[in-house]
């Protein structure tokens, strides 16, 4: 263990950053040159804050040496000649007089602080010859549909590749074809994991024969088991058409024999099972452990020749995959990060696996490379290396570096100074396994680093801090990670609070009741004042965050969500206005040169539908079809063709601008509709704020926020088929899930209770992950079933529990003391008489995305109703086509009489005499938005004229127990109007339109006459 190479464990929230940063800077004031230190990060996001981080730091120290009497009590000079003495023993007197030459020198020099894979495709560049490829190679994704039909084209003529592809599919849950290339990109990196890489070595045609050989013994053993048991039966005078007989002759029958107890379980059989009417003797016992022993032998002999197979098939698919991937490569000249990575990883190791030199094109071994010749190389390049985030590094990625690591241990810099090794990382962070992260990694490393730990946390509050403290350590007791308590750092005392709904009669539902209580929290912050963007929603799984989703829209909340605060480019609303609209113009030109009818007829059809699409999406009406552009000409390029469109529509967006500068990044010309596949796997950040935002816990990593909702509806983990068996930094072996194997094999056994202890330490650092988020409030919303499993509640040892209080921002708090009638409020087009231009330019305002989920019938009936009083409400006329237009939308999904019911009801509404003539003399506003607090809030309808106003809120069915929120709801929307416009009357009608009748109820708040 040497002092000169350092393991600082950084838990959540410590200010690793600055850490790592002010490293960099003591090797520049201990006379490292710049270009000699190489720092690593996890994102470029990360590289730029650390780049920024240590420049300015550079700036300050430079700046406090020439204005030391003016900046003596500057904060982050303090904090910087502090570290610099008490870790690294340089005093302030040195910094004075070294900084100025130190900063200019860092200004002129070439650094390199970037991601692991930008150095690898430095690094490759610099070697590129040995390896078979051009030095100017383009770093980027693979084209995903040339890639898939190149290796389809050649999987599809094995069966048994294809077979085994499919299982391996289905095991993992895949379902998607672009799935594949996501397990055989895994599984191609894997492969470079082992020590040796794979070779097909395994003559299949035997292999075949021994199984043959093997299933036929198996088969005679079960034969000869069977008739014993019947000849036991019948002399024991048994009843075969009992229950318990009949399960122990149905174990014969079953596909995988593991699955009865019968053959790996033999003491709970005798005990409790089917043999326990039996009464046997013990010469009869030993007897069928004698057979169950021969069954599992033949089963363990079959089980690995079966894997044996499996994997010479694999290899054969993996090898597929990497030529159709290398064809495209050679093509274009052109490397995905992997293939970067894995070329990186044969020069280092100086070898390569021998496959078809056509497609591999290795010179290392014509031309005698030597791998040591390219470290000494390297070596001389750099002396002091920083890794941040360090738990998250691969196998390979370790690998790779770790000659250049014992070269560091052993040897000095060129000036002599002791070269360093400094690594950043959090083994309660690690989240990455399933993209090759691995814990031996850490654990190798502690071996020759001495390991640091900040103790402190400058992140969350008090109560956050004492919290993750008590949960995590016990937790983790039963791992190999030693969990550290840290101090809080914070003066405030935050808020914590568990929620655990469970199911106690027949018909509730625990996930229902968690995202209720995950949205009514939400509901409370925003009324605090609260702004939505410092606001998050972590979730384990993407699925749960639709499940919140839907149960805001089915509960009629009125909040906008974003989930991972990303969506693919084609889903982004301006993005479909351009291909819309060049679709539509492709088709009317067709139309134009058309002379088969049918043809004509078909396209016209299909140009009315983009029509339509492209009308709503601008904020037309359905009656009202918008015109394209009249300089729009197909024979432009489709750069500007987008342009035109871009122009003639005013979409000055991001996701335009992103869309655009995809058309201009294609080298080949592209169709319209290559170029929307293509932005289907390219992501747009949303740049809106007013959304909230849903993350999964994995893009939630290196993030904070103030106010954190943690959600989780118990939803299952389903693991990875495969399970990757190592020893020590090597993977010894890919193993194949199956049923109770474990019973029988040890071997077996061991690898899969390896696998599953990783699992669980994976799931318990997501969850430290995701509750370290949070700076001010932390809420907590789970779900426990009634037998305790693996939930996170049981795994945690969580109860209901709550502790300190939330702040309101101090703005709202002084807002609070203000005379009601100073409320501010903000209208949007309050205009009746105007509503179809108020409908259109509420849509063109409206920039958060909305998703649109597969929603119970019952939400959608709710959209569908308020959809249709829309309609039948915001225009002066009754709309003889509601009935289609409602069936237009929502007809894919809700009954045709359903729909035809509810268009009846919309258009029948004014005169329901059980609203007591509300509509008599007033006009009429529907979905009447406004923001209040900061938050957008929408009345379903307004009624009024110059003296009465009459609010309306609409629900699709009637629920007892949510009666005091709707008219919490109301009264806001009252409290609004009063506000606002003053009436001399006012009241709140609460309308439950149900499937048999409509049921009216007059809320409290009322001014005037009731």
């Known amino acids: 263990m040497e002092e000169n190479h350092i393991l600082l464990s950084a838990s959540a929230g410590s200010g690793k950053t600055f850490a790592l940063c002010l490293t960099y800077v003591a090797l520049l004031l201990k006379q490292a040159e710049p270009s000699q230190i190489v720092a690593i990060t996890f994102t470029k996001k990360a590289s730029l804050e650390m780049s920024e981080r240590v420049l300015k730091f550079l700036k300050t120290l430079k700046n406090y040496a020439q204005n030391k009497n003016t900046l003596s009590k500057d904060p982050l000079a303090i904090s910087l000649l502090e570290g610099l003495k008490s870790e690294f023993d340089i005093d302030e007197a040195f910094v004075i007089k070294h900084i100025q030459k130190i900063y200019l020198n860092y200004l002129k020099s070439s650094t390199f602080i970037g991601t692991i894979d930008s150095l690898f495709n430095k690094i490759l560049r610099r070697f590129s010859f040995f390896v078979g490829i051009k030095s100017d190679f383009d770093v980027g994704f693979a084209d995903k549909r040339e890639l898939l039909g190149l290796f389809l084209e050649q999987i599809l003529k094995d069966n048994k590749e294809l077979n085994l592809l499919l299982s391996l599919m289905k095991l993992n849950n895949k379902i998607d074809l672009n799935d594949i290339l996501d397990l055989l990109e895994t599984l191609h990196d894997k492969f470079y994991e082992f020590e040796h890489y794979p070779q097909d070595t395994q003559d299949i045609k035997e292999a075949n024969k021994q199984q043959a050989l093997i299933k036929a013994l198996l088969k005679e053993t079960l034969t000869s088991f069977k008739n014993f048991l019947t000849t036991l039966s019948i002399s024991k005078k048994l009843d075969f058409d009992n229950r318990n ?250 808020f914590v609070k568990v929620v655990i709904a469970q199911k106690v009669e027949k018909d509730d539902d625990p996930s229902y009741t968690a995202c209720l209580s995950a949205l009514n929290h939400i509901n409370f912050l925003l009324d605090k004042g609260i702004d939505s963007k410092e606001i998050v929603v972590l979730v384990m799984k993407r699925k749960t965050g639709e499940s919140l989703i839907n149960v805001a829209k089915e509960e009629g909340f009125k909040l906008n969500f974003s989930i991972d605060g990303k969506e693919p480019l084609n889903e982004t609303k301006h993005v479909k206005i351009i291909f819309y609209a060049l679709k539509l113009k492709n088709l009317q030109e067709s139309i134009k040169a058309a002379k088969d009818l049918s043809l004509k007829s078909i396209q016209t059809k299909t140009a009315k539908l983009y029509q339509k699409k492209l009308d709503k999406l601008l904020g037309k009406s ?120 474990e019973f029988i094999d040890e071997s ?71 005379a009601k009638e100073t409320r501010r409020f903000h209208t949007f087009g309050l205009h009746p008489e105007t509503q179809s231009k108020f409908l259109k330019k509420d849509e063109e305002s409206n920039h958060t995305l909305l998703y649109s989920l597969g929603l119970k019938d019952s939400s959608l009936k709710g959209l569908a109703l308020h959809k249709g009083l829309e309609l039948s409400l915001g225009y002066t006329e009754v709309n003889p086509n509601l009935k289609d237009i409602l069936l237009s939308e929502f007809g894919f999904f809700l009954d045709a009489k359903m729909l035809q019911d509810l268009s009846i009801k919309a258009l029948s509404l004014i005169k329901d005499k059980s609203l007591d003539n509300a509509f008599k003399d007033k006009k009429i506003s529907s979905e009447v938005s406004f923001l209040s607090n900061k938050r957008l809030r929408r009345i379903d309808a307004l009624l009024h004229n110059k003296d009465d106003f009459v609010v309306l809120e609409f629900k699709s069915s009637f629920n007892p127990t949510l009666t005091s929120k709707y008219e919490a709801q109301l009264k806001d929307y009252l409290d609004f109007i009063d506000t606002y416009y003053n009436p001399n009357s006012l009241k709140g009608l609460l309308v439950y339109i149900t499937s048999s009748d409509m049921k009216v109820q007059k809320v409290l708040l009322q001014k005037g006459d009731a």
């Open 748 to 818: 077996y056994a061991k690898a899969k209770e390896e696998n599953d202890n990783l699992d669980f330490i994976d799931r318990l650092n997501r969850l430290y992950v995701a509750f370290t988020r949070a700076r001010e409030s932390l809420y907590i919303s789970l779900v426990k079933p009634k037998v305790s499993q693996k939930d996170i509640a049981t795994i945690l040892n969580l109860a209901p529990f709550e502790i300190g209080f939330i702040k309101a921002p101090l703005e709202v708090n002084s807002q609070h003391k203000v």
């Open 245 to 494: 007989i009949k399960s122990i002759f149905n174990s014969f029958e079953n596909k995988s024999l593991l699955n009865s107890r019968l053959f790996y379980d033999l003491d709970y059989v005798f005990a409790k099972g089917a043999f326990s009417s039996f009464k046997l003797k013990d010469e009869e016992k030993q007897n069928i452990k004698d057979f169950q022993e021969k069954i599992q032998e033949l089963l363990r002999q079959k089980e690995a020749l079966d894997e044996k197979i499996r994997f010479s098939y694999l290899i054969k698919i993996i090898d597929i995959y990497e030529r159709s991937l290398l064809r495209i490569s050679l093509r274009t000249n052109s490397l995905s990060f992997d293939l970067v990575k894995q070329k990186v990883f044969e020069l280092m190791l100086g070898k390569s696996k021998d496959s078809d030199t056509s497609f591999k094109q290795s010179l290392m071994e014509a031309k005698g490379f030597n791998s040591e010749f390219f470290y000494f190389r390297l070596d001389g390049s750099f002396s002091h290396m920083l890794i941040d985030e360090f738990q998250d590094t691969s196998m390979m990625q370790y690998k790779i570096f770790s000659p250049l690591f014992e070269e560091f241990r052993s040897g000095k810099g060129t000036s002599e100074m002791p070269k360093k090794l400094f690594f950043v990382g959090d083994n309660k962070q690690s989240i990455y396994r399933f993209r090759g992260a691995n814990p031996e990694v850490y654990k190798h490393a502690l071996t020759y680093t001495k390991e640091k730990l900040l103790k402190y946390n400058y992140r969350s509050s008090i109560n956050i801090v004492d919290f993750v403290n008590d949960t995590f350590k016990k937790a983790f007791e039963s791992t190999p990670i030693t969990y550290t308590p840290q101090i809080p750092k914070s003066k405030e005392d935050g």
């Open 622 to 741: 359905y009656f009202e079809d918008i015109s394209l552009p009249q300089d729009l000409d197909l024979n432009l390029s489709l750069p500007k063709q987008i342009k035109k469109v871009i122009d003639a529509f005013s979409l000055n967006s991001h996701e335009a601008l992103q869309f655009l500068e995809l058309s201009l990044e294609s080298k080949n010309v592209l169709s319209i509709d290559e170029l929307y596949e293509k932005a289907k796997s390219v992501k747009f950040i949303l740049q809106q704020t007013s959304s909230l935002q849903i993350i999964t816990v994995h893009a939630s990593k290196g993030l904070e926020f103030k106010h954190v909702v943690f959600l989780d509806t118990n939803s299952s983990q389903k693991s990875d088929a495969l399970i990757y068996n190592y020893k020590d930094l090597n993977l010894k072996q890919i193993v194949f899930k199956s049923a109770n194997k």
